[in-house]
Structure formats: structure tokens, C-alpha cells
């Protein structure tokens, strides 16, 4: 028979186990593709107005405000952009750009990144 405190020690350790996961891939962001997205004029999801001339971005998980490097794998060319927005929603796009930061890594639809968290 399970006992209670069986039953709590495993809901904490699942917890705990959750938590570091995810603490994990926030801190370490994949590499994949990027893309342009830009909705001038319109919120973010942080409630910022998106600016297409900044250097900001989206990302699914990583805190707002995070300062990412992002390296066109491509060209070597790399820029900082500040996550203020989420998405990107389609498989295998690891991060959504402005056009500004498309043209500073030299392309404009889709390109392969690798990212860095700066701060």
C-alpha cells in the first residue's frame, strides 16, 4: 500500500525534475532556423509596439528581455537582438527576427542561426 508520504516525495522529485528541464533548455537555446516577421505598429506579447527598424525578436521560452547573439551559420555575420515578443509557431524556426535583423545577419526569409545568450 502507498503511503502518503511516498506519494508526496514522488510528486516533489517530478517537480523538481520539471523545473530543472526547463531552466535547462531556457538557458541553453537551440540552433535552427531563423525568420523575418515584422508588425509595425501592433503589440508584442511583452506589450511593447513592434518596430521593424529595432533589434528585437521572438523566441518561444526565453525571457523577455534576453539578450540574444544570434550567427548566421551561413555567413558568420552575427547581431544582439532583445526577445520581446513569442513565437516563432512553426517547426524547426528556433527564432523570429525584425528586419533589421535579418539584414544585419544578410538575409531576408530564412536562414540557419545558432544562438548565444549574452545576459
Known sequence: MINS??????FFAC????????SASAAEPPSG???????????????????PKGLTAAHRTLPFGT???????RNNRSVVV??????????????DLTPR??????FSGLAPVSLTVER
Not at 532556423?33 to 518596430?51: C, P, R
Not at 535583423?101 to 544578410?106: F, M
Open 101 to 106: 535583423g535579418a539584414n544585419a545577419l544578410g
Open 33 to 51: 532556423i531563423a525568420s523575418v516577421y515584422a508588425y509595425d505598429g501592433e503589440k508584442t506579447a511583452n506589450g511593447e509596439f513592434a518596430n
Open 5 to 10: 508520504r511516498t506519494v508526496f516525495a514522488c
Open 15 to 22: 517537480l523538481a525534475v520539471s523545473a530543472f528541464s526547463f
Open 67 to 73: 539578450m540574444v547573439r544570434v550567427v548566421n551559420t
Open 82 to 95: 532583445r526577445i520581446n515578443d513569442r513565437g516563432p509557431f512553426i517547426k524547426g524556426r528556433v527564432i
